[in-house]
């Protein structure tokens, strides 16, 4: 290794100081006023952080207990932690038991053992699922509660065994508000239902991938049809599976009750057929086939289950509603609206934009009994369709809808979508609020419309009254001349009506 040694005229001739005398005297340290010291960082934080904490704490410890039996129980994948109030042989009170069957029936055995009355978990999804039944059928009062009502005080810390005794104590002192859960009935047509959307939503993927196989062999079929799985649609793609070729023989597939004629069809249909397009074609259809076979299965089954739910009561007999549209491949196999009609009571259907589906998925997620609902309001709140103020010192930082997945809260979007055309006095407020507001906040408007007639439907089972179109223009119009006067009187004028002048009054002309 070479080493550079530095030459004597480029070293520093500065001497170097001596190294400091050890002695034993201590040193002394410069001292500040108490005004003037530093305080340590963090300290101040950490003492309020302290102080807060411990002020939470005995503020529940003052709230007086309503659930003396209580349990809470953390929800996990493989073991469940579950924390009681007391033991019958004064053993510890937070046990773990294993999430599978043998040990849920050890779970639910060890809480009988401590005559525990009330057990409250967090939602979380498919863990808490088997055992959230498991729990109703052992005759327990379950509150499912969301997660970020049973958060940690900050500061603490977390493990799964301190979880389980906080859902305790917060469930003991009732400051655990439960998630909506259906009953037993709605709770398995809610599950066929929502495997049906499945069902649907990937079937349509197939759909898309037929039409990029068609689109790219230059068929030019989606911009002749509206659907390619319609009747006309079905029969074309169907023969060029089989090997027709000819776009003349494949335009007279052509339905009576299509658009277009079959001269733009045939030219329409003048592709490129190569051999794995078509084959992506072929398989795309035959997995379409069979995800309508289930589909079909599945409707049969739900065609029970709402016969199940039948009302025992006589209901008059159900008044019939012509057909808007056609029937659609994804339409029930089954007369819906019947079907709902004799398990609700009630036809959902005949407030403009709910059809069959909407109506279906409706009932699905909520049910028939609305009277876990107090009010309208708090109906709406929880469908997340009203606006979520967050308003601090006097002024409102926010009005937004609330964040969800709400599975009803979508249909009724989606129906108030469809009102975007209708005449109907629904149809025009949509319209009204698009010009107002724009499009996302004028569907959840409607949407929110929507809700408050299907709340007063099924609570207490109004009529509902269709109003047209122009009853929602006058209503308009009034309105806004009351607002006009009340205006011009707090600016000081008058307004007057200008009357219609007759020709009898008009000035004759010479």
Not at 151 to 171: A, E, M, S
Request: proline fraction near 6%; charge should be positive; glycine fraction near 6%.
């Amino acid at each position: 290794m070479n080493t550079r040694k530095t030459s004597p005229k480029t070293q520093s001739k500065t001497p170097r100081k001596p190294p400091p005398k050890l002695t034993n005297t201590p040193t002394k340290r410069k001292t500040q006023p108490p005004t003037q010291r530093k305080a340590q960082p963090h300290s101040t934080p950490v003492c309020s952080r302290v102080y807060h904490q411990t002020e939470q704490c005995a503020r529940l410890a003052d709230t007086p207990v309503t659930n003396p039996h209580a349990a809470g129980i953390d929800v996990g994948d493989t073991t469940h932690w579950v924390c009681v109030e007391a033991t019958p042989d004064g053993s510890e009170v937070t046990r773990e038991f294993f999430a599978h069957t043998p040990g849920l029936r050890q779970l639910v055995g060890w809480l009988k053992a401590c005559a525990v009355t009330t057990v409250a978990l967090e939602a979380s999804g498919a863990y808490g699922h088997v055992l959230y039944l498991t729990l109703l059928e052992a005759g327990f009062q379950v509150v499912m509660t969301p997660p970020h009502f049973t958060r940690q005080i900050k500061g603490r810390p977390k493990t799964d065994k301190r979880d389980c005794q906080w859902i305790q104590r917060l469930h003991k002192h009732a400051m655990l508000p439960s998630v909506f859960q259906p009953d037993d009935a709605t709770h398995t047509l809610r599950d066929y239902v929502r495997q049906r959307a499945n069902l649907v939503r990937l079937s349509a993927q197939h759909v898309q991938r037929m039409q990029k196989a068609l689109q790219l062999m230059n068929l030019k079929l989606t911009g002749v049809l509206g659907d390619v799985t319609g009747v006309t649609g079905l029969k074309i793609i169907r023969a060029i599976v089989a090997g027709e070729r000819d776009p003349q023989v494949l335009a007279r597939m052509r339905d009576r009750r299509c658009k277009h004629t079959a001269q733009q069809i045939a030219t329409a249909l003048d592709g490129r057929y190569r051999p794995e397009h078509v084959t992506e074609l072929r398989l795309c259809l035959k997995m379409w086939d069979a995800y309508q076979e289930a589909i079909a299965d599945l409707d049969k089954v739900i065609a029970e289950q709402l016969k199940s739910m039948k009302q025992k009561t006589q209901l008059p007999p159900l008044p019939k509603q012509t057909r808007v549209r056609g029937r659609k491949p994804h339409d029930p196999r089954f007369d819906v609206r019947e079907a709902l009609y004799l398990a609700t009571g009630v036809d959902l259907t005949a407030i403009e934009g709910i059809d069959a589906i909407h109506a279906l998925t409706l009932v699905s997620e909520l049910g028939s009994d609305f009277s876990k609902w107090p009010t309208v309001k708090h109906f709406t709140s929880w469908l997340g369709l009203c606006p979520n103020f967050k308003k601090t010192g006097g002024k409102v930082q926010s009005s937004r809808t609330r964040l969800g997945k709400n599975r009803a809260a979508h249909a009724l979007r989606m129906a108030a979508w469809s009102l975007i055309r209708s005449t109907s006095y629904l149809g025009a407020y949509l319209r009204r609020q698009r010009s107002r507001l724009g499009c996302p906040k004028a569907v959840t408007a409607a949407a929110h419309k929507l809700a408050r007639l299907v709340y007063h439907l099924m609570r207490y089972g109004e009529a509902y009254v269709k109003r047209t179109e122009a009853a929602y223009a006058e209503e308009t119009r009034q309105r806004q001349e009351k607002q006009l006067r009340r205006r011009a009187k707090e600016l000081g004028f008058e307004v007057r009506k200008i009357e219609a002048s007759t020709p009898t009054d008009e000035a004759p002309t010479t």
